[in-house]
């Protein structure tokens, strides 16, 4: 009999679908005077290979909702679909209505609690902003709202970058550097990060706008970077 277990056990369909195979990392998001502004790299890694360089992790949901995602990529293309079939269920109301920045914060929220009890969880931590509003949901349905927020590796390396520099009447101008410092910092030391990003807004008067993607400027010779370390040499020495 417990043979018979074993074998059954050993001989099972694997499962692949509930743990992330192609994952972006960090996104941050902050308010500042007049809106609020995502950030993130448009990297995704197959495990720790740099697979997919234009992988866009910031998306508009309806006219002035953004919706940032790290984790895995698929799981980011099923929430954006079932958010556009909610939002043009919305347009055939023609009622005048839409759903916004909060309401689908809290919808996203039932989700990933619902999938998460089901042991088939949805793996992403996803930012939401709107013109007032900034909040995250994690992969097992927490969620809280803050000034400024950050995922993944993010929430270690930005986090403290942005407790000392931001304010709440920081220009748009500002905040965007912010952000751009800290993707800066994330992409010199988090090996799933890339220096070409996309950075999207949502205010009263404009709505939610992405950018195009850009690259931002690195410097290497810093003196941690530029000396080798242990006796190696070239690009196994520092």
């Known amino acids: 009999m ?43 890694s197959y495990g720790s290979m740099a697979k997919y360089k234009d992988a866009r992790r910031i998306r508009t949901v309806g006219p002035a909702t953004l919706l940032g995602a790290s984790g895995e990529y698929s799981d980011f293309q099923s929430i954006m679909d079932m958010l556009e079939g909610m939002e043009q269920q919305n347009d055939n109301f023609d009622d005048g209505h839409s759903t916004d920045a909060q309401q689908t914060h809290s919808y996203l929220r039932a989700v990933m ?32 709202t803050d000034n400024f927020i950050a995922t ?20 748009e101008g500002e905040a965007r550097g912010l952000l751009e410092d800290c993707l800066k910092v994330l992409f010199y030391r988090d090996c799933r990060a890339l220096n070409r990003i996309q950075i999207a807004k949502v205010t009263e008067e404009g709505g939610a706008v992405v950018s195009e993607p850009y690259e931002i ?22």
């Open 2 to 44: 417990a043979s018979l277990h074993l074998n059954a056990a050993t001989t099972a369909p694997s499962q692949h679908t509930k743990y992330p195979i192609v994952t972006g990392t960090s996104v941050l998001g902050l308010r500042y005077d007049g809106g609020v502004m995502v950030a993130a790299d448009t990297l995704c």
């Open 113 to 144: 609690y619902q999938r998460r009890s089901k042991m088939n969880p949805l793996w992403n931590d996803l930012v939401v902003a709107g013109p007032n509003f900034l909040g995250l949901v994690d992969k097992i349905g927490t969620t809280y």
């Open 152 to 171: 993944g590796f993010g929430s270690y390396l930005a986090i403290p970058i942005l407790r000392k520099k931001w304010r709440p009447t920081m220009s």
């Open 217 to 238: 400027e690195t410097d290497w010779s810093a003196a941690s970077f530029a000396t080798t370390k242990g006796g190696l040499e070239g690009d196994g020495g520092w």
